[in-house]
């Protein structure tokens, strides 16, 4: 548990971090300018932001965009935001975001997101991302590399497949745990999500998200192994039309791959 002030537009008071939460604060001007260069905020700009926080990204963002709208869970924090920012606020968890309703509504969604919820949180809004025209969100290097791995590395998974089906993932530079308060114990990466413009419809999205977890419940094995349940003549056209071979790993496979798949076993 840690202290630190921080001010209201009345008086200072005392904030206790809530680890639960994934509380920790970026402080550092430098690393809050480059991203908010990334996130290039515009008059037109309709923004979400997720986590707000104590507002270290939101004060950057406020006169800039057209308009704001944060999520944040703590509601003593959204509290703190709505008196001191001139930004709407969301107390809610953002998982429970219906994600796909806020379609054409929103052109942007930042956060530095807490890392316990980033990948699920991710995954969700990524796969429902029609309308908005980028994302830049700040989470635990590891996780960054996971979304942005390439067909073939070892880092390649269901995570980088699903995500990049959907968006164009950039990753931009880390952040070293001293930039933060409390300083997290893992370091931090700038990742920026443009969606595809490609709409899937929702038997489609289920079939992908079977076959991905079909394919990746044991990486190591092959195809043709982890497919024998499913093996018929539409999957043997795919892996013709595709040219995959029935001896590669889950990891060798592209996102086209994969839809052309999901799409002839579901
Ligand atoms: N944006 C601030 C910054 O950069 O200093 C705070 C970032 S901090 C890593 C994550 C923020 O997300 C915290 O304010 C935390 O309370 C909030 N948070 C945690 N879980 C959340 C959830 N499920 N939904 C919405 N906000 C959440």
């Known amino acids: 548990m840690y202290w630190n002030n921080f001010k209201t537009n009345t008086k200072k008071v005392g904030f206790i971090h809530k680890k639960s939460l994934g509380q920790n604060f970026l402080k550092d001007p430098n690393v809050l300018r480059k991203i908010v260069s990334i996130i290039s905020p515009r008059e037109s700009d309709k923004i979400i932001e997720i986590g707000p926080g104590q507002g270290a990204l939101t004060g950057y963002l406020e006169n800039s965009a057209g308009s704001i709208l944060t999520i944040e869970k703590d509601m003593e924090l959204g509290f703190y935001i709505k008196k001191n920012f001139n930004v709407d606020v969301l107390v809610m968890d953002a998982l429970d975001v219906c994600w796909s309703k806020i379609n054409g509504k929103f052109n942007k969604i930042v956060g530095n997101l807490p890392y316990n919820i980033a990948t699920t949180l991710i995954w969700d809004i990524a796969a429902n991302s029609i309308g908005v025209e980028k994302m830049v969100f700040t989470v635990q290097k590891e996780v960054a590399e996971k979304i942005g ?90 892996f013709k039309r595709q040219k995959l071979s029935e001896n590669m790993r889950p990891n060798m496979l592209s996102c086209e791959d994969y839809l052309e798949l999901s799409k002839a076993i579901f």
Not at 206 to 215: E, V
């Open 149 to 238: 791995a390439k067909v073939g590395e070892k880092k390649y998974g269901a995570l980088s497949v699903w995500i990049q089906s959907f968006c164009d993932i950039r990753l931009e530079f880390q952040i070293n745990p001293g930039s933060f308060f409390p300083r997290p114990k893992v370091m931090s990466q700038v990742i920026v999500l443009t969606p595809k413009k490609i709409f899937l419809d929702k038997k489609t999205k289920t079939g992908l998200l079977k076959t991905l977890r079909i394919c990746f419940s044991s990486p190591r094995k092959q195809l043709k192994n982890l497919l024998k349940c499913y093996w018929n003549e539409e999957v043997e056209e795919v």
